[in-house]
């Protein structure tokens, strides 16, 4: 009994010391340092929730009045909750994978292998749920207003439980393909096979959402008594009340976890940052410099893996169009090539942070343009695209280079501080959100579009290169 105690009373320590190594971390580099910004950025968030909780509880007005339609938007919001764990998941490991500090950290304390299983594992389902909780907010809120109390227990039982069933089978899935990477020796690249599986079944079940939909309102309107594993809760909630469907999940939760936790691998393999690749005409010119960072880095080479399964995904699917707007993906270089892919020399002796700013921007517009061109070459056998596919795929990628470039300028993504580009990355989608509701609002004409168009880029070159020198002064004076 004491050692179970002494065991928990561990457990504690070290994941309070986890997570406030990971929020020193996070506050401790680019704009979240400035309490104004991160006061600012909490209180945009907060009106952005109190109107999509206003918007959605006037849009469902009367909805859970009908018998049927109750457990059936229950099984809708159970798939966008899915869908948020698959994202937030998948972000959570792509991001972390590369941040060896926490998991270091970890390692040279005098803790057993699985408790450092079982603290990184807190820590990431942390995260995770905060991301759910936030996307499922104003769902949650008109459940409450609208149904009492009672409705707490229906959520739980119906949406929160099986998501935590669906994250606890995705990090049995993580794990199998730890433990089959480190049989194989190849515990390095852990991270990058994981991340391409997780990104294959997020696809898959997007993919199938509207499959899944209908199948799940023929099950309702039609009253089948008839079990389905997508309305499995709530057919144990309704037939045998929330405490069966509460208990059935936490059954499944911990035995998935369980087993988890003992297939994991037991020793510490650090993640693979570059790979290896000659290149060389590297010295020929700085473009050239600032483009092989992103040749090399395993960003380029997670991007490429991940557009490849979206681009083969939506052909498959029939939606060869679709596939040529999965070259935005090669824009996430931008997010790390600032803090880890200028050298030390470079920051301190370059004058001109608009000439930085430009290697940075032409390099990865060189490397995805290219990417670009082998996409769109790969597509002709499927009768390629239109015109206008290809001007609007080929802007959104020069926007989100420049979007991404921007965010790990003022969110600089260093090794030890990836979720630095996460919060930057959600604050900028924020305030996109914001822009385009006033802009729907507002009904603007189309030359007013092009000059608020015209406004933002312009904003985005400004704030970078503002940013650039704010970080160089910070140098200098080190």
Not at 58 to 82: C, E, H, I, K, T
Not at 373 to 388: D, K, N, Q, Y
Request: net charge positive; aromatic share 10%.
């Amino acid at each position: 009994m004491t050692s179970h105690v002494l065991s928990l009373r561990q457990f504690g320590l070290t994941y309070r010391l986890l997570m406030k190594f990971c929020v020193r971390t996070v506050l401790s580099y680019g704009a979240l340092r400035m309490k104004s910004v991160r006061i600012g950025l909490v209180v945009l968030g907060g009106l952005w929730l109190v109107f999509a909780a206003l918007l959605t509880d006037q849009f469902m007005q009367g909805v859970f009045d009908a018998d049927w339609l109750r457990p059936f938007l229950m099984n809708l919001y159970l798939m966008n909750s899915v869908l948020f764990v698959l994202l937030g998941f998948l972000l959570v490991k792509v991001t972390f994978a590369k941040a060896d500090g926490a998991a270091k950290l970890l390692h040279h304390l005098p803790i057993t292998g699985k408790m450092r299983s079982a603290t990184l594992l807190a820590c990431e389902f942390t995260v995770v749920s905060i991301c759910v909780f936030i996307g499922l907010l104003a769902f949650l809120f008109t459940m409450i207003r609208q149904g009492g109390i009672a409705a707490v227990s229906t959520a739980i039982a119906q949406i929160i439980i099986p998501s935590v069933v669906a994250y606890s089978l995705l990090y049995f899935v993580w794990n199998c393909i730890a433990r089959i990477m480190a049989l194989l020796r190849l515990s390095r690249y852990t991270g990058m096979v994981g991340t391409i599986v997780i990104a294959m079944m997020s696809f898959a079940f997007y993919s199938s959402t509207f499959a899944m939909t209908m199948q799940i309102q023929k099950h309702w309107t039609e009253r089948s008594t008839t079990w389905s594993v997508l309305s499995l809760f709530s057919d144990l909630s309704l037939r045998f009340g929330n405490g069966v469907s509460v208990l059935a999940g936490a059954v499944c939760a911990s035995t998935l976890l369980i087993i988890s936790l003992v297939i994991a691998p037991k020793q510490f393999s650090a993640q693979s940052v570059y790979v290896a690749c000659p290149i060389p005409w590297v010295s020929k010119s700085d473009l050239a410099l600032f483009a092989a960072y992103i040749i090399r880095s395993k960003d380029m080479l997670m991007s490429v893996a991940l557009c490849a399964v979206c681009v083969v995904g939506a052909v498959f699917t029939g939606h060869s169009e679709a596939a040529l707007y999965a070259t935005v993906l090669f824009s996430f270089a931008g997010l790390s090539q600032f803090a880890n892919g200028i050298c030390i020399p470079w920051q301190r002796h370059q004058s001109s942070c608009a000439y930085t700013y430009v290697c940075m921007i032409g390099s990865q517009i060189i490397v995805a343009t290219l990417a670009w061109i082998a996409v769109t070459v790969v597509l002709l056998p499927w009768g390629g695209c239109s015109m206008m596919t290809y001007a609007c795929s080929y802007g959104a990628l020069l926007t989100a280079i420049m979007s991404c470039t921007m965010v790990g300028i003022i969110f600089p993504m260093a090794r030890d501080n990836p979720a630095n580009a996460l919060l930057g990355l959600a604050a900028m989608l924020l305030v996109a959100i914001v822009a385009v509701s006033m802009v729907s609002l507002l009904q603007l004409p189309t030359w007013a579009l092009i000059a608020a168009g015209a406004v933002m880029v312009s904003a985005i070159v400004v704030y970078s290169i503002s940013g650039i020198t704010t970080y160089r002064k910070g140098i200098r004076n080190a």
